[in-house]
DNA sequence: AGCACGCCGACT
DNA sequence: GTCGGCGTGCTC
């Protein structure tokens, strides 16, 4: 057998040894160092063993042989949540597409600077007088750094060796002769960082509904029979998911399990947040972006050392170290935010039903309105499918859902952005001082073209998304590239009122004012909320009655309660419909009755306004009559037709240079080397084309779609893809290729 | 991170 | 000259 060497990150805490060592595979240890193994290694002039991770194999290193090491041996006590992380590592990195080191840095918390467990700290041991004369000498001496350190001590005894390090520039090669000659010492001290001091669980059981207690009592009798299995809870807004979540979790917990609960971003919001402290008290953690990346660090720490028994978070958080794992639960899980948009591009929908499988928990989805592939799963037997029909609160009924057409609108002169049925309503709230959200569904680039008298959305004859407007001259698919000039009049009608879509939140304030002179409006949007804190504080204002509108993007139809709110008008449904890509009618859908839940969340009956220039779409129909599963049948034979996910996979291939012709080059040099594979696997190729930007900060980008209903066989033609690649340095050099799964 | 190497000023 | 501090670069 020829020789082995093995690709090693070390350790993965500092960005300085951040890339991979080469080590010999001595041959004792040949059966067992494989990929993702944890090895130990000598490392450096001192040779101090270190941990080390196995990224890769090959016959050949590229460095000089004579100055390899080997292996020093294998890591067999490692706790058991590391090595289950690093396997999951593995795993991401097969099923996206990433390299192990990506693929770590996703699972594994990457240690900040030192270890925060048992903090460094210098203290000074001289007296006063000692000190000066010490501070005297070194001035003289022209010792630099040996004087700032001085310095400092004249102000504080003690400073943590952190700051010594990286604020006052000094080196162990300073430190330790100061230290040997016994002036200072360093010591460590255990750091007492940020443990959630709260008043203990008050455990108030609330009362479940029928349809609550239906779903919890199914929930444990499985888990008592140690059955483990997937469920997705459909339950309308309003419905009371949190308290079955509690009773799921507690029940959990009681079996010395633990639980991650998974919440977007956006909707961690303080209420939330209270809410499963006052439950479980201490023995929960919460982590989110704002967390410096030492406390993040920390509370992961506690998880490992089993302090704690419950972690919210954001989709990071999947990667808490629970050895005990007995239940991951995702709340909303429809969001977009579930799916990382850096390599690995993983959807945590996929990683939690990977790790539950690994640690033998159960996995629990949540949502108002189930993402397609879900319910799809839901409704083949894969996940077990429960319903929450009512409202928790009593006397709280579903909104009335009134559809306004802006078409009819515009024909009758009405060249406002209010219909007449939404103003009418707003004149009656105002009157009776209560209150109004308006919406705006806007995202992103929505730079599609449509016509204000028949609304019709210029559409690509191939792939049946929006065309993009270009330089408002030319109309391009991003699927497939076909362009078409910009017409003068809609082609279905033939009127002259076309444009492209798009109003900013700024301006429809205006139009508002306009309106409504004497009413108090706010705005919440981007630049409203930019500062820190500002999300939260229009929000309370707005609760505590400080305004009568509230004008918003998405991010205010998320989290809070508004009881006095009984309107809610949709000002143009048609701008997440028509976007760009095949998921306009599922999103439409998911905001149109996220917005509608927000009506009438108390004893007041709640309105909901849907104003449109496609009242006939099934999007808008079924939102209004707030029928998920007749949405879900219309979309999927949609996305059968079209061949989109989830009724086939659909694996993306970015290219993307600085270089043009490089690009170009490399995409139409994949495009023709995949075209044979697929042609055999019945695999349908479209492109290359045009990324939706096609230039970023100088960056061009181009997009390759490959599509089929078995995953593996994209899998295996992105690894010939990845292959291909590798050995053709010259087409491939200047481009970077990302994949991505949907 | 931790170690050593080489530069540079200070002192016998 | 040489001693010793200081900053930098490397570690398979």
Redo the contacts with the bound molecule.
């Keep these: 057998m020829t020789e082995q060497y093995a690709r090693i990150i070390i350790d993965i805490s ?1 960005e ?2 951040d890339r991979t ?3 010999r595979i001595p041959e004792r240890l040949s059966e067992e160092v494989s990929v993702g193994s944890l090895v130990l290694i000598p ?4 040779n ?1 063993m270190r941990k080390g991770y196995v990224v890769g194999i090959t016959p050949h290193a590229d ?1 000089d042989k004579d ?3 080997e292996i020093a041996g294998i890591v067999t006590d490692s706790v058991t949540a590391e090595s289950l992380l690093i396997s999951l590592a593995w795993w991401l990195k097969e099923q996206y597409g990433s390299t192990m080191n990506q693929a770590l840095k996703t699972v594994l918390p990457v240690k900040q ?1 030192i270890k925060p467990k048992e903090k460094k700290i210098l203290r000074c041991l001289l007296k006063p007088e000692e000190l000066k004369k010490a501070l005297e000498e070194a001035e ?8 700032r350190l001085f310095q400092a001590f004249m102000e504080s005894p003690m400073i943590p060796y952190e700051i010594a ?1 990286n604020q006052m ?1 000094l ?4 430190l330790k ?1 100061v230290i040997e000659k016994g002036l200072i010492t360093l010591e460590s001290e255990e750091v007492y960082r940020n443990p959630i001091t709260l008043k203990k669980s008050h455990a108030q059981h609330v009362l479940l509904n029928q349809e609550q207690q239906t779903i919890v009592d199914a929930f444990q009798r499985d888990y008592s029979e140690n059955i483990r299995k997937t469920y997705l809870i459909h339950g309308v807004t309003g419905s009371g998911k949190t308290e079955v979540y509690m009773e799921l979790i507690d029940r959990v917990i009681q079996e010395g399990k633990q639980v991650i609960v998974l919440i977007p971003e956006i909707a961690l919001t303080y209420q939330t947040v209270m809410r499963f402290y006052g439950r479980f008290g201490s023995r929960v953690s919460i982590i989110n972006s704002r967390l410096s990346a030492g406390e993040r660090y920390d509370q992961f720490e506690r998880a490992r050392n089993g302090d704690i028994d419950i972690m919210i978070g954001p989709r990071s958080a999947l990667f808490t170290p629970f050895s005990r794992l007995g239940l991951i639960l995702i709340d909303e899980e429809h969001e977009g935010a579930y799916k990382s948009e850096v390599v690995p591009r993983y959807h945590a929908r996929e990683v939690a039903e990977k790790r539950a499988s690994m640690q033998n928990a159960s996995l629990v989805l949540g949502s108002a309105t189930p993402s397609l592939e879900a319910y799809t799963k839901a409704l083949r037997g894969e996940y077990s499918l429960f319903l929450l029909t009512e409202r928790a609160k009593k006397d709280s009924r579903m909104a009335n859902v009134w559809v306004a057409d802006l078409r009819q609108e515009l024909k009758e002169g009405n060249k406002t952005i209010f219909s007449r049925p939404l103003k009418e309503k707003m004149e009656e709230r105002l009157a009776k001082k209560e209150q109004i959200m308006l919406f705006i569904n806007r995202r992103g680039y929505a730079n599609f073209v449509s016509c204000r008298s028949c609304g019709d959305a210029i559409r690509c004859p191939h792939c049946d998304v929006t065309l993009t407007l270009h330089n408002n001259r030319s109309l391009v698919c991003h699927y497939c590239g076909h362009t078409i000039p910009m017409p003068n009049e809609c082609p279905s009608c033939g009127s002259p009122y076309i444009a492209n879509f798009g109003v900013g939140t700024q301006k429809i304030e205006q139009m508002t004012k306009k309106m409504f002179p004497s009413a108090r409006i706010l705005r919440m949007d981007l630049d409203t909320t930019k500062k820190k804190g500002g999300h939260e504080e229009i929000l309370t204002a707005f609760s505590e009655g400080e305004a009568d509108i509230l004008i918003g993007t998405q991010m205010i139809v998320k989290g809070h309660d508004f009881p006095n709110v009984t309107l809610v008008g949709v000002l143009a449904a048609d701008l997440s419909l028509y976007t760009p890509d095949y998921r306009g009618a599922e999103r439409t859908f998911q905001l149109l009755t996220q917005a509608a839940g927000r009506a009438g969340r108390d004893e007041k009956p709640g309105d909901v306004v849907i104003q449109t220039y496609s009242p006939e779409h099934y999007a808008i129909t079924t939102a209004a009559s707030q029928d998920y599963p007749a949405f879900y049948e219309q979309e999927m034979v949609f996305r059968r037709m079209m061949k989109y996910p989830p009724a086939n996979v659909l694996l993306t291939i970015q290219f993307s240079s600085k270089n043009e012709e490089a690009l170009i080059s490399a995409s139409e040099a994949v495009a023709a080397y995949v075209t044979p594979l697929a042609e055999k696997e019945m695999v349908q190729t479209i492109g290359p084309s045009e990324a939706s930007v096609y230039k970023i900060n100088d960056i061009y980008r181009k997009i390759l779609y490959l599509k089929h209903v078995n995953y593996d066989i994209l899998i295996k033609i992105r690894d010939q893809i990845d292959g291909f690649s590798e050995n053709r340095p010259d087409l491939f050099d200047l481009v970077l290729i990302q994949y991505d799964f949907s």
């Design positions: 500092h300085k040894v060592f080469d080590y490392f450096g002039k001192g101090a460095y100055k390899i090491k600077k003289r001496k022209n010792y630099k750094a040996r004087f390090v520039n080196s162990s090669a300073t002769p």
